[in-house]
C-alpha cells in the first residue's frame, strides 16, 4: 500500500504550489463569476504558463494578501505570486525572481470632487489603498493620511460613500474595479513605476532559477504578451520593459524603477500601537456604554413588559446573540450604505459592538433582576412606594451587585472583541499588529508588545471590579464586632 | 376607625375570602387565628393593597377602598390606603443593600419627601424604642432574626401608619423573645397604635390582643374579646380548633 502510494507520488508531475489572495483579488486572480468553483485572472494564466514552461503542474493555494509571506515561510506554498513588490523589507525575509511586469499607480476620486487632481492635493484628505503595498508606502512617505483596505472593492466603495476622499491604487486593479464606476474618475494620469516579482522562500535558490528562466522563457515567446493583452494590461512600460529581453539581451533595468522601501522602525511603530490602542479603548468604552444603557430596557421590556415588547426584546436578544458580530459589524458597514446611512468605520464598530453587548447585558440584567425575591418588591410596596421608586432604589442596586461580575466578565472580552473592527478597516490593535507584524516579519516581539497593550486595558478594569464586588460584599457580612457603636 | 365590610377575594375558581366583616376601633389590637389555608394571610395582603380585592369594602382612617372602582381610581386609593397600613412581614424583607437607618428612612425621604435630618433623628428614635440603636449603621445581614424583626418594625412605624399589620411575628422567636416583643408591642398600643397581628400562639396573643377574630375556609367565624372567644368559645369550630391548637 505504502509502496504504491510511493510510486505515485514519484511518478506524478512536479507541482508550484502558488499563494495568492482570491478576495477582491481581481485582475490578478478571482473567483470566476460565471463559473464559481473555478479561479480566473491575468496571474493565473500566467502562473500557468510558466509552470508549463518548468514542467510542472500549478497548484493554486487561496491565502491572504496580509499574511502571504509568513505563509509562504511556513511552506504552505512554494511561491507568491500577487502583484508583489520587492520592497526592502520583505527582501529580509524572502528570494524574489526577476521583475514579470511593470505596474503604475492610479489616483481615484469622486466624479463630482474636482479638489482633488494629483496626489498633490491630498495632503489633508484620507486616502485609501491596500495595507503593506507599494502605494501604502508611498502615502506614508508623503505623509499623507491613509487608510488601508483588505481589498479594492471596499476602497472604492468607501471612497463612494465619502468615507474617505480619493483612493490610490495599483493600475490593474484600478483598471478592473474603478474604470466602468460612474460615479469615479481617475484624478491625473498614472504615476510611478514599480515591478511585480514572484516571491520565494531565502535559499530556494534552485526554484529561483527555474522560475526566472520560466520567466524569460514566456516574454520571449510572447506568451506573457498575449495574456496581458487578453487582460486589457498590456501598455507603454510593457514594451518598454520586454524589448530588451525579447532582443535577446538579459539587461532589464530594473534599479531605475521605483522599490519604495521603508526600514522597519521601533519608535514608530510603538507609537502607532499607542494610536491603535486609543482607538481601540474608545470603541471599547463607547460601546460599553451602549451596551450598559440599551441593555436595561431590553432587559425590563423582556422582564415584564407588555407581549409585543416582549416579543421585540427577545427577538432584538436573539438576533444579536445568535450571529457572528463579525457579520453584525459587515452589515452595519456595508449593509446600511444602501439604506443611506454610511456611518465612518469607527462609529459602526462602537455601535456595533454596543448594539451587540447590550443583548448580553439585558441577559445579565434580567438573570439579577429575577434573582431579587418578590418580598423585596413587596416590602416596598408596602410602604407606599410607585413601582418605578421601588425600582430604580430597592431591586437595581440590589440586582447591580448580582450583575457586577459577569458584566466585569463581559467587558473583558469585549474590549478583546474590538478586533473584529479590522475588517472594516479600523486601526485598531488587532489590525495594527497584524499590518506592522507583517510589514516587519516581527511577530513574536510585536505580538508581545499587543498583548501588553491589551493587559494594561483589561487588568485594571478587572481591577476595579473586583475592588467594588468587595466592597459591596464587606457591607452585607459585615460582622457584629466591627460595627460601629 | 378601622372597617371591613364583605370582603371578598378569589383566585381564579377558588374563593379565598367568603365576605369578611369586622370593625376595630382605633387604639387596639386585633389577632386573627385560623388554620393554615383559612384566608388569614390573604385577609392580611387585601388590608395593604397587595392582592386586588373582588368584592366588600375596607375603610381605613377616611381611605375606602372598594372593588368596582375604575383601575385608575382603584389605583390611587390603593396607593392611599398603603401610606395609611404598615406591614412587618414574617420574613422582615429588610433592603439587604440598605443599613439599618437607611432601611428606616428611605420610604419617609423619597415617598414622604420628609428632608433627611429629620427622618434621622425620628429613626434613631425608633430605634432607641425597639432597643436597636446600637445597630444604626449595620446591615441587616449581620442582624440576627429577633434583631431584624424589631429594625421592620422601625421602618413600618417610621411612615405613621393608622394600621400595623403583623404576620406571624413570633414564628422566629424563642420564647424569651416572644415575651419582650409582647411587651415592645403593647406599650406602641399604650403610644396610640392600633393592630392586626396573625399569630399561631394563643399564649401570645392572649397576651397582646383586645380582640380575637377566628377564620375558617374563609369565613369570619368567631369575632369577640380575646377573653371570651379564647377561654369561652361560641362556635363549635372555635372549640374544635382552640382544642387541637393546646
Known sequence: ?485 | MIRVIDLRKRFGDNEILKGISFEMRPQTVLGVIGASGSGKSTLLRCLNGLETIDGGTIECDGVRLEAGLSTAEYRRRVKELRLKVGTVFQHFYLFPHLSVVGNIIEAPVHVLRSAKKKAETEAFELLESVGMKQAARRYPGSLSGGEQQRVAIARALAMHPALLLLDEPTSALDPRRINSLRALLRTFVDRGHTMIIISHSMGFLGGVSDNILFMEGGVAVEYGPTDEVLNSPQDPRTKDFLKQAE
Open chain 1, 1 to 485: 500500500m505504502w509502496l504504491i502510494f510511493f510510486v505515485a507520488t514519484a511518478s506524478a508531475q512536479k507541482v508550484l504550489r502558488w499563494g495568492a489572495d482570491p478576495s477582491g483579488g481581481a485582475p490578478y486572480v478571482f473567483t470566476d463569476p460565471a463559473n464559481p468553483d473555478q479561479y480566473i485572472g491575468y496571474e493565473k494564466e500566467m502562473v500557468d504558463a510558466l509552470a508549463q514552461a518548468m514542467g510542472r503542474r500549478a497548484e493554486f493555494v487561496p491565502s491572504d494578501w496580509q499574511t502571504l509571506v509568513s505563509a509562504l515561510q511556513r511552506n504552505s506554498f512554494d511561491v507568491i505570486v500577487n502583484g508583489l513588490e520587492p520592497t526592502g523589507d520583505r527582501a529580509q525575509q524572502i528570494l524574489f525572481s526577476k521583475p514579470y511586469y511593470i505596474f503604475q499607480l492610479q489616483l481615484t476620486v469622486r466624479r463630482d470632487d474636482n479638489r482633488i487632481n494629483s496626489i498633490d492635493d491630498c495632503k489633508n484628505r484620507i486616502v485609501g489603498t491596500l495595507g503593506n503595498t507599494a502605494a501604502s508606502r508611498l502615502l506614508e512617505q508623503q505623509g499623507i493620511p491613509l487608510r488601508n483596505y483588505e481589498d479594492p472593492v471596499g476602497a472604492y466603495r468607501d471612497l463612494e460613500l465619502k468615507r474617505i476622499d480619493a483612493v490610490v491604487m495599483d493600475v490593474p486593479a484600478e483598471a478592473f474595479y474603478a474604470r466602468s464606476n460612474s460615479r469615479l474618475r481617475p484624478a491625473g494620469p498614472p504615476f510611478t513605476r514599480g515591478l511585480y516579482v514572484i516571491g520565494l522562500r531565502k535559499g530556494d535558490l534552485a526554484l529561483k532559477a527555474e522560475v526566472d528562466a520560466a520567466i524569460d522563457k514566456i516574454i520571449f515567446d510572447g506568451t506573457l504578451e498575449t495574456i496581458l493583452k487578453k487582460w486589457g494590461l498590456w501598455n507603454d512600460a510593457q514594451v518598454e520593459f520586454q524589448a530588451p529581453i525579447r532582443a535577446g539581451t538579459q539587461s532589464t533595468k530594473v534599479e531605475e524603477y521605483t522599490s519604495t522601501t521603508t526600514t522597519f522602525n521601533w519608535r514608530e511603530a510603538l507609537w502607532r500601537l499607542t494610536r491603535a490602542a486609543t482607538v481601540t479603548v474608545l470603541i471599547a468604552l463607547g460601546s460599553m456604554v451602549i451596551a450598559v444603557v440599551l441593555g436595561l430596557p431590553l432587559a425590563v421590556g423582556q422582564w415584564k413588559g407588555p407581549a409585543w415588547v416582549r416579543a421585540f426584546c427577545t427577538l432584538y436578544v436573539e438576533f444579536f446573540r445568535g450571529t457572528p458580530v463579525l457579520v453584525q459589524l459587515l452589515f452595519l458597514y456595508f449593509g446600511l450604505p444602501v439604506i443611506g446611512i454610511a456611518m465612518p468605520g469607527w462609529l459602526t464598530a462602537l455601535v456595533g459592538l454596543g448594539l451587540n453587548y447590550a443583548a448580553y447585558e439585558s441577559q445579565v440584567y434580567r438573570a439579577s433582576l429575577e434573582a431579587i425575591p418578590n418580598g423585596q418588591w413587596e416590602a416596598a410596596y408596602s410602604l407606599g412606594m410607585s413601582p418605578v421608586l421601588a425600582f430604580r432604589r430597592i431591586i437595581m442596586p440590589q440586582a447591580f451587585r448580582i450583575a457586577l461580575p459577569p458584566m466585569t466578565n463581559d467587558f473583558v472580552s469585549l474590549f478583546k472583541d474590538t478586533s473584529v473592527a479590522f475588517a472594516i478597516s479600523v486601526w485598531e490593535l488587532a489590525t495594527a499588529y497584524r499590518e506592522l507584524a507583517n510589514a516587519s516579519g516581527q511577530f513574536l516581539l510585536l505580538g508581545l508588545a499587543v498583548s501588553a497593550f491589551y493587559l494594561a486595558m483589561s487588568l485594571p478594569m478587572a481591577h476595579l471590579a473586583r475592588r467594588l464586588e468587595r466592597r459591596m460584599s464587606n457591607r452585607a457580612t459585615e460582622r457584629l464586632e466591627e460595627a460601629p457603636v
